[in-house]
């Protein structure tokens, strides 16, 4: 009897979960696609899944599309074991590596396509063409290799064998290495076909209704269909080589199950036309239609149409075993799951009108009547008929076995109705304890009814019947109060997620940062799971784990991996065995508990891109080595997770080794930069994980190996070690420059100083000859008795000795490089030579020349030029031109201004150059006459020194004209 009970209870939940839709998203051109009919699906062995229309192709990480191939149509996707995808258009067949989209080929006509690990197979009407990376490999044409139209294929990857046959032929050929193998059947079959078994071959023996797919090496029998008009009855599985197959036939798909040796078949009803069909590793199913791309999930969530349940507040099992349900703003109705009907149930509400302002909580008595809370009271209905209570606004309800009556919601307080229908009503008055409409209703172990507020939370001590203050949660504010196997109580509202332990009197949040939406409703399943409900999701905690071990296992369903439905209904759950029904303001969800595990779905975790640019599949299977271009030290990194049913956006977190020390902190960030990169290697690692705790879930890494070669001038440290050896070379120089330019300056410094000397040298020379020529004049007047004459002479020669020490004082001042310090007045030079010359008359009684000094411009007198080069010229003027002159001499002395400097004419109508040179040399020498000798020398040292001075002779007819040029 036993067994025949669990036998029915099966049946019955079997029905009941065949009622209810699997939950599917439907992406459409809105959601990324290229074009809205999508004709491949393929999932590629990196995860990505690939869709393809008539207007493009797309590669789906799950979280975004990215779009390849723009305006081709696709027939066809397939990929092989490095993880490169081929995609067949009209006329072309693609490959994708991870980097590029490369055309393979060109065809005419169209052709099915096979592919190996490193090959693959251009089939069509007129040859199979064997390829290996576009080079042809063997080529067979039909009507000549090969006689008949091949009417189907499938391809042997690991033998490398295609199989084909003809239509109506009972031969099935194989092409393998270049040879065409041909192998016949003598059954009563009308015909055998090849076709593709999940990477192996199958064939087909086509026996009427009948179709026997055999193993072509055992011949042992995989599984037959049957079939009537052409559409399938029944599958027969009985040995498959893989543990499932997705069998497809007219649009409709079975899952056949090599363990249990069952097929199942897989409603997809609510899919026009679905095709084709494919399984994920997370065992979702994907379909293209003309209506998009659909992701339907295939886990623990089934969803009710929303056509027959929609917007229910509050759901509960009644004794006669059927549901119930409220519809906000609408009705109260009896629900059959198995057929997806309803009926309504009419109960009284206000103004003479049927109640339809259904609120949560609805609950069950001792005798299996059904209450429900409304906006103007409460329902009671007994399965025969509805009873309204006028006890206004009530929000939930709950059955108190204690009492043995039902509790509900009150303005400030709570009210009770026992199974005779008495109601008391328990108010209370100060709003201290009960702030407003009690939102949750629960009782702990000794008795005492727990009620929560938007508000307040507060406890009905029934020992001492008053109301007072629970004072041990930090937070006051709960709508969602439940009491598990073990007596904790939990607590739910907008502060999250909190747990009272009654032994220890102690409150305390639980999943903080993971549980942070308002809750709306929580409940336990035995000592197994407990699920909480926000307004977003649904999480399922393991409470063995938690309360075992202190460890936080939690599973989260939202609309990313299959929970669709909306705004779960407050305190609206309902478990009826393993099964958890979640009412929402869109559709009813039932959660299969029994099937909830706790292992990471499907994800993974890649480096897509570097320096924009595409990282090849190849080049991440092997982690070779990856070697950038001369010269480039810039590294831009794009990753991103591959999952479909991650609940939260991944985080990442990144190093680079070689630069960095640590691991970045997890962001959501998908993408990383570094700069300024020495040559060498490194490598780029990656970590991702959902978001939410990282402790709940498996972290995936991946990496990349670098190598960066750079011309020594772009290392990043070329710069400063070139400005550190730029610096010391500078220095280098500097000091060899500035012991150049010392010693340079020595050598000038001698070099003055040798000038002083020979400067100071010539004017010693100079000073005697003239000392000598004025005591001999002054010797020669005391000689002829004429000592008045001496004293004026004697007089002015000392003014002229001085006149002369101050110039001789300023020669000696060129070394000094001020030319303008070492200088005389024109003005001085004047009156120097005026004492002179009227030192000379003197000397001869005046009887033996005149003199005159011109200057041509007051201004000139302020002009400064070197001392002591004028006065041996006028002096040998007067010595070797005027004195041996028999008559009057005259001599004039003239200053002139030029452009360039100053200019003295010192000119004499003497006996001239000529006559002096020829007296010179018949006289005899007292001494030897070195005046301009030394005039010449003096002229030559100072131009040394940056003087311009020149000495030039005019030639006259009579005396002698000489030009003294002082140039600036």
């Known amino acids: 009897m036993k067994q025949v009970f669990l036998f029915l209870l099966l049946i019955c939940t079997w029905f009941s979960i065949q009622a209810q839709e699997r939950p599917y998203i439907n992406y459409t051109t809105h959601s990324g696609l290229p074009q809205i009919q999508v004709m491949a699906v393929h999932q590629d062995p990196s995860g990505y899944i690939w869709a393809g229309t008539k207007s493009g192709i797309v590669k789906f990480n799950g979280e975004s599309f990215e779009h390849f191939l723009p305006k081709e149509r696709i027939f066809k996707i397939n990929s092989d074991s490095q993880g490169r995808v081929y995609v067949k258009t009209y006329d072309k067949l693609f490959r994708y590596d991870g980097k590029e989209m490369k055309l393979l080929s060109t065809f005419s006509d169209i052709s099915r396509v096979f592919v190996g690990d490193d090959d693959y197979w251009l089939v069509s009407a007129k040859n199979l063409i064997n390829y290996s990376d576009s080079i042809e490999i063997c080529r067979f044409e039909i009507g000549k290799d090969i006689k008949g139209a091949v009417n189907s294929v499938g391809y042997d990857k690991a033998n490398k064998k295609l199989h084909f046959s003809s239509e109506g032929s009972k031969e099935i050929h194989s092409c393998c290495n270049g040879k065409i193998k041909k192998e016949e059947f003598n059954t009563d079959c009308k015909e055998v076909r090849a076709v593709d078994f999940n990477g192996t071959i199958a064939y087909i023996e086509v026996l009427g209704n009948t179709d026997r797919y055999i193993d072509p090496e055992s011949q042992k029998e995989f599984f037959t269909v049957y079939k009537t008009n052409n559409l399938v009855d029944s599958i027969q599985v009985k040995h498959l080589p893989i543990k499932s197959y997705l069998f497809s036939h007219d649009y409709s798909y079975f899952l056949l199950d090599s363990v ?38 295939n886990g623990v969530i089934k969803n009710y149409p929303r056509s027959f349940m929609n917007d229910v507040w509050t759901l509960i099992k009644g004794a006669d075993q059927e549901f119930y349900g409220a519809v906000f703003k609408e009705a109260l109705y009896r629900y059959d799951f198995n057929n997806e009907t309803k009926s309504e149930i009419v109960a009284p509400g206000p103004y003479n009108r049927k109640e339809t302002d259904y609120y949560y909580g609805a609950s069950k008595d001792s005798k299996g009547d059904l209450y429900f809370p409304t906006h103007y009271g409460l329902v009671k209905y007994d399965y025969k008929q509805t009873k309204k209570f006028d006890t206004g606004i009530s929000l939930i309800s709950k059955y108190d076995s204690l009492s043995n009556q039902v509790v509900f919601g009150q303005l400030n307080g709570l009210g009770f109705i026992d199974e005779k229908e008495n109601v008391k009503i328990l108010i209370d008055s100060s709003k201290r304890f009960i702030a407003s409409h009690p939102s949750a209703i629960e009782f702990d172990e000794d008795g005492n009814i727990w009620v929560g507020t938007k508000s307040s939370l507060a406890m009905w001590n029934r020992q001492e019947e008053r109301f007072t203050s629970t004072k041990v949660c930090p937070s006051q504010t709960f709508t ?3 009491r598990d196997k073990r007596n904790n109580i939990w607590l739910g509202g907008k502060n999250g997620l909190w747990l009272y332990n009654g032994k220890t009197n102690e409150c305390k949040r639980i999943a903080e940062g993971i549980i942070d939406n308002n809750i709306t409703d929580i409940i336990s399943s035995n000592n197994n799971f407990l699920v909480i409900g926000t307004s977003l999701e649904i999480f399922v905690m393991d409470l063995k784990a938690f309360f075992n071990a202190g ?7 939202n609309f990313r991996n299959g929970f669709l439905s909306e705004e779960v209904c407050q305190n609206g759950f309902l478990l009826d065995r393993n099964l958890l029904y979640v009412p929402s303001t869109t559709s009813t969800s039932v959660l299969n508990l029994d099937k909830i595990n706790f292992d990471a779905d499907f994800y993974d975790v890649r480096i897509s891109k570097l320096n924009d640019e595409g990282i090849v599949f190849s080049d991440t299977l092997s982690r070779s080595l990856y070697t950038m271009c001369s010269g480039c030290n810039e590294l831009d990194f794009s990753f991103e997770t591959i999952g479909f049913g991650l609940p939260t956006s991944p985080m990442f977190k990144y190093k680079l080794d070689g630069v960095d020390d640590e691991w970045s902190p997890w962001t959501t960030k998908e993408y990383a930069n570094y700069r300024n990169l020495a040559s060498g290697k490194y490598c780029f690692h990656v970590m991702a994980r959902p978001g939410g705790n990282p402790n709940l879930s498996v972290i995936k890494e991946d990496h990349i190996h670098i190598c960066i070669s750079l011309p020594f001038y772009k290392e990043p440290r070329f710069y400063q070690h070139a400005l550190f050896g730029f610096i010391l070379l500078t220095l280098i120089l500097g000091f060899f420059v500035h012991s150049r330019f010392h010693i340079k300056l020595k050598m000038i410094d001698r070099e003055r100083k040798i000038k002083l000397l020979e400067i100071a040298t010539l004017q010693a020379q100079l000073n005697p000859h003239f000392i000598f020529n004025i005591l001999s004049s002054v010797q020669n007047l005391i000689s002829l008795h004429k000592p008045e004459i001496a004293n004026e002479y004697l007089i002015k020669f000392s003014r002229l000795i001085r006149s002369y020490m101050e110039a001789s004082i300023k020669s000696s001042k060129v070394l000094l490089g001020a030319s303008v310090s070492s200088e005389i007045s024109v003005k001085e030079e004047v009156d120097l030579l005026r004492m002179y010359i009227e030192l000379e008359k003197v000397k001869h009684n005046s009887e033996k020349f005149d003199f005159k000094i011109d200057v041509s411009t007051d201004s000139l007198l302020n002009r400064t030029i070197p001392p002591m080069i004028l006065q041996p010229l006028v002096e040998n003027a007067i010595k070797h031109g005027l004195e041996p002159k028999e008559e009057m001499g005259f001599l004039q002395i003239s200053f002139s201004e030029l452009e360039e400097g100053v200019k003295c004419v010192i000119k004499d109508d003497g006996i001239g150059r000529e006559k002096s040179e020829e007296l010179k040399k018949e006289s005899i020498k007292l001494y030897q006459s070195r005046g301009v000798e030394l005039i010449n020398k003096k002229i030559e040292i100072l131009n040394d020194l940056d003087y311009q001075i020149r000495l030039e002779y005019a030639e006259t007819n009579v005396g002698t004209e000489v030009h003294v040029i002082f140039s600036n």
Do not use: C, M
């Open 260 to 297: 249990l040796r069952s097929s199942t078949k897989i409603d997809l009803s609510f899919i026009k036309a679905p095709y084709p069909v494919i399984f994920d590793r997370d065992n979702n199913i994907w379909s293209g239609s003309d209506n998009g791309l659909y992701q339907v999930f």
């Open 551 to 557: 460890e936080l296992k939690i599973k989260l369903f």
């Open 480 to 482: 969602v109060i439940h």
